[in-house]
């Protein structure tokens, strides 16, 4: 064997038979490859839709909890008095002739519209469309702000307020004023008795509920009605149930919990629970789920919901200022 066979036999490239099994070994290589990436992309989208779930309920329930919990605020008033209940259609009474009914409700600082299953039990009054089969709550209260500093809104014709007298003789014979924006029947003095008027606060009747696009929404009544548009607070929220926190003995600690209160002045606090849902589908979700919300209320989603991802909160909110009245 001569020099230049040595050589050609050095040079020689790869057989048929090596380059098939190398190419068969590189697909093999960018198929693992390509089904490591395309796990990895779909655990990641499950995480987001796991994410969205967590996002909205928990603000949901925060974003309730700070609101309701100042339900039957009334800063300075110690007790308040009237027999006025807010449910059914007088959650929406307005004009300036529903004044003296506001005053006379302000000891029902709460009421709800109940149902069970998929139907309403309570008609809706008229300034809400919720969805059906969920609950709904009303709640009065005075504005934390006071009229005058520089973070409350301005006084409005539109809307009613609240002033307490801080002037001791005069808290004895007229404790509270409610009337119109701008009005001049504001006259309550400041406890220094001296003609200095007392503060003015916004009093502010709202109902939150879940409207029939999912929305955790809130609508105001004033003066003139209903707001145009009322404010959403959390969307993809499918579900609120509520049940109520009452207290016969007046000492400040539930008695029982129920859907619907004999009497809502002994209402003081609620158990909110609401369902959350993705606003993606989720490829690891069964497509129907039953869901307890309540000792009497079950959800069952069947498959023509669309198969996201759904988890269930739940919290107690007591009413701080209404709690406090009994327990001092």
């Known amino acids: 064997m001569n020099r230049m066979q040595v050589q050609y036999r050095r040079q020689r490239g790869l057989t048929l038979?090596?380059?098939?099994?190398?190419?068969?070994?590189?697909?093999?290589?960018?198929?693992?490859?390509?089904?490591?990436?395309?796990?990895?992309?779909?655990?990641?989208?499950e995480l987001e839709?796991?994410?969205?779930v967590i996002e909205n309920g928990r603000y949901a329930i925060d974003v309730l909890t700070r609101e309701l919990s100042q339900a039957g605020f009334y800063a300075l008033l110690v007790k308040p008095t009237g027999t006025t209940p807010n449910v059914g259609s007088a959650m929406c009474a307005r004009t300036t002739a529903a004044l003296p009914q506001w005053l006379d409700s302000l000891p029902y600082y709460v009421g709800g519209l109940n149902?069970?299953?998929?139907?309403?039990?309570?008609?809706?009054?008229?300034?809400?469309?919720?969805?059906?089969?969920?609950?709904?709550?009303?709640?009065?209260?005075?504005?934390?702000?006071?009229?005058?500093?520089?973070?409350?809104?301005s006084e409005n014709?539109?809307?009613a307020y609240f002033q307490v007298s801080e002037c001791g003789d005069e808290y004895n014979?007229?404790?509270?004023?409610?009337?119109?924006?701008?009005?001049?029947?504001?006259?309550?003095?400041?406890?220094?008795?001296?003609?200095?008027?007392?503060?003015?606060?916004?009093?502010?009747?709202?109902?939150?509920?879940?409207?029939?696009?999912?929305?955790?929404?809130?609508?105001?009544?004033t003066l003139t009605g209903a707001l145009p548009d009322p404010v959403v607070l959390a969307e993809n929220i499918e579900q609120m149930q509520l049940e109520y926190a009452v207290d016969t003995s007046a000492v400040g600690t539930p008695s029982s919990f129920t859907a619907t209160p004999a009497d809502w002045s002994q209402v003081i606090g609620v158990r909110v629970k609401l369902l959350a849902v993705s606003s993606d589908p989720s490829k690891n979700t069964n497509n129907a789920g039953t869901f307890v919300l309540s000792d009497d209320t079950t959800v069952s989603i069947a498959t023509a919901a669309?198969?996201?991802?759904?988890?269930?909160?739940?919290?107690?909110?007591?009413?701080?200022?209404?709690?406090?009245?009994?327990e001092s």
């Open 17 to 45: 038979v090596e380059l098939m099994v190398s190419l068969v070994i590189g697909l093999l290589i960018v198929a693992a490859t390509s089904m490591l990436i395309a796990g990895s992309s779909r655990s990641r989208r």
């Open 49 to 52: 839709i796991s994410a969205d």
């Open 115 to 153: 149902s069970v299953g998929n139907a309403n039990v309570d008609a809706d009054p008229s300034c809400i469309a919720r969805k059906p089969g969920t609950d709904a709550l009303f709640i009065q209260r005075a504005s934390t702000c006071v009229i005058g500093d520089a973070s409350c809104e």
């Open 157 to 159: 014709a539109n809307n």
């Open 173 to 221: 014979t007229t404790p509270i004023v409610v009337a119109q924006g701008l009005s001049t029947s504001f006259t309550l003095q400041t406890k220094a008795c001296d003609g200095t008027k007392a503060p003015k606060r916004k009093l502010i009747r709202r109902i939150y509920f879940i409207s029939p696009s999912n929305a955790l929404s809130y609508q105001d009544v």
């Open 306 to 326: 669309g198969n996201p991802k759904r988890r269930v909160y739940s919290t107690y909110i007591p009413f701080v200022s209404p709690k406090s009245r009994l």
